[in-house]
């Protein structure tokens, strides 16, 4: 089976507080874009579970663990196979990344999503996708959210999914440009400094204001409704990123905004064409690249 494992962006990433497990509880609008790492997955008899990474071209691939148990995509696989209870399932996972790692773009934890769903249909689990997403929340917060293959809204840890604004098919598509800075943003570094900012979050106004923007389907309404709690304490951490937004507000994007916790910035264009012409003005220190909503059928796994 070939797949592709998309990148996601965060329209919105709410910091609502430190837990007792060190986690912290989140309020997100996770998005998934058409920037995709393929992924090829033979199943095996045997038990074995195998995985090989090599880059497409544009990624650089030195900050990847080659240990089996740090990549996302084999502990994935491993949960699930736990879940079913089948020790001889195995399988052969091939991943061209097109994602760049340590980029806020939830690369790994697309790959591990895209796996969950290949791999239910390949070993007849079928399993429903909230099952999938309680498995992937074993693998890493981002996990849940992406098994979903839809905009969705996130929540506590990672662990709380659910499909938004509603379970409607004809969703508005978005599109943004992303400028990467060619750094490697700490995920646990980022949220630490976080701890040190005095932040302002809501008590639901800015998930309110998304909703509207994409019921209106209007980029306007979609960049004003943009915001990141993470992007005050990552922009400290690495200064690079806040360079990437002005390059972003400078070529034309609408608003620029971090994903996750970074270093990725992505910007608000209204089509194609603009998101092609705001590209070619963005410095040659950053990698550019446009993309749009990218959406599986409502949910189901028919896209593969
Ligand atoms: O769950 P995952 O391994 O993806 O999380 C990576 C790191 O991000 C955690 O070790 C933690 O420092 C931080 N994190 C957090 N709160 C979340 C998700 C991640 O503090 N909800």
Known sequence: MKTRAFAKI??????????PDGYHDLRSVVEPVSLADVIEIEPRRDGRITVETVS????????LDARPEKNLAWRAADSLRRHAGKPD??????ITKNIPLGGGLGGGSADAAAV?????????LDLPVQTLAEIGAETGSDVPSLVFGR????????????????????????HFVLANPGIHS????????ADCTSRLTSAGEITDNMRLAFSSGDPRLLAAAMQNDLTV????????????????????????????????????????AEGEAVCRKIPGGFRAVCVSSARWCNGQHSGF
């Open 89 to 94: 399932a195995g399988a052969d996972i091939f």
């Open 56 to 63: 497409g071209g544009a990624v650089a691939l030195d900050a």
């Open 186 to 193: 700490s995920t646990p570094a980022v949220f630490k400094e």
């Open 116 to 124: 969950l769903n290949a791999l239910s249909v390949l070993w007849g």
């Open 233 to 272: 304490p990552a922009q400290r951490l690495y200064p690079r990123i806040a360079e990437a937004a002005t390059a972003l507000l400078e070529a034309g994007a609408m608003n620029a905004v971090l994903t996750g916790s970074g270093s990725t910035v992505a910007g608000v264009v209204r089509d194609a």
């Open 151 to 174: 905009t969705v809204l996130m929540e506590g840890r990672g662990e709380r999914v659910s499909s938004w604004p509603a379970e409607t098919p004809d969703l508005p598509v978005w």
């Open 10 to 19: 965060n329209l919105t990433l709410e910091v609502l507080g430190i837990r």
